[in-house]
């Protein structure tokens, strides 16, 4: 077991990570060039040709949702979301790896709650359709499911570096990379 990365098994479940935040990036990179085409084209329609596409609103909307809960679910896998450090920084150092634990399983448990009712929201509203694409209304909540997804396993194999740290004294890394390397957090337990 390596100080960076934890062991075997900790490596591939944090690869996995990995993997799903680029994935959710290139997918949201995708669709977020994708509606500023649709949008780019329908201001040139109705600026130069004098005609429109008037179900542009739903296909830009719809893959703006897309974008929004993709890139969601990649900058919380990259550790790149908002966190106030004031509670941890007043933490006694021997409780900082389980406050970091707690924080992880009520994001997970948080998020299952959402998948919960999202899954139900997607069933109500699978056989209504759209406006104006007359798709079903669902394929707006299909991201949230996939993002809540997402973040749920981050943060059950973030709660497992926690619990190594609790273990060991030293937390592996789900981004053992320069790039992903923010400001070590005090990892040395006593």
Known sequence: MSSDQGPRWFSRAARAVRVLAWVQLTAAGVLLVEGMCVNGAEIVMRSFLNTSYPDYYEVVGISFI???????????????????NMLYDFAPRPAKPWWVLTVHILVAATMAVVLFY?????????????????????????????????????????????????????????????????????????
């Open 66 to 84: 897309y974008v929004f809960l993709f890139s969601a679910g990649a900058l919380y896998a990259r550790d790149e979301d908002i966190v106030i």
């Open 118 to 190: 999202t899954a139900r929201l997607i069933g109500l509203q699978s056989r209504t359709p759209t406006p104006l694409l007359g798709i079903p209304e669902a394929v707006k909540w299909w991201p949230l499911s996939a993002a809540s997804v997402s973040i749920i396993y981050t943060s059950l194999i973030e709660a497992l570096s926690c619990a190594l740290w609790i273990r060991s004294g030293t937390r592996p890394k789900t981004w053992p990379h320069p790039l992903f390397d923010h400001e070590p957090m005090e990892e040395t337990v006593i």
